[in-house]
């Protein structure tokens, strides 16, 4: 289910997205990138459109996909 950004709560979508870049074994290449900076790059890519938040009402939890198509 497809969850509107823009209608949560600031602290809500705040606290989601640092518990998506939070996760166990996210890669993110040969350099670590800095908490603060991972939030602030989720933020971005939400109000670019080019991801959007999701809720799995299997597995009880939040993820964010690509709104891009692949090829």
Same mark, same amino acid.
């Given at each position: 289910? /497809? @969850? ?9 979508? *705040?606290?989601?997205? &640092? ?12 350099? /670590? @990138? ?9 933020? *971005?890519?939400?109000? &670019? ?23």
């Amino acid at each position: 289910m /497809e @969850i509107s950004w823009e209608q949560l709560q600031p602290a809500t979508l *705040q606290a989601v997205i &640092e518990e998506y870049v939070s996760r166990d074994g996210t890669d993110y290449g040969e350099q /670590e @990138i800095d908490h603060v900076v991972k939030t602030a790059q989720v933020h *971005q890519l939400l109000r &670019e459109n080019k991801i959007r938040l999701v809720f799995d009402l299997e597995l009880g939890s939040c993820n964010f996909i690509s709104t891009e198509l692949k090829g």
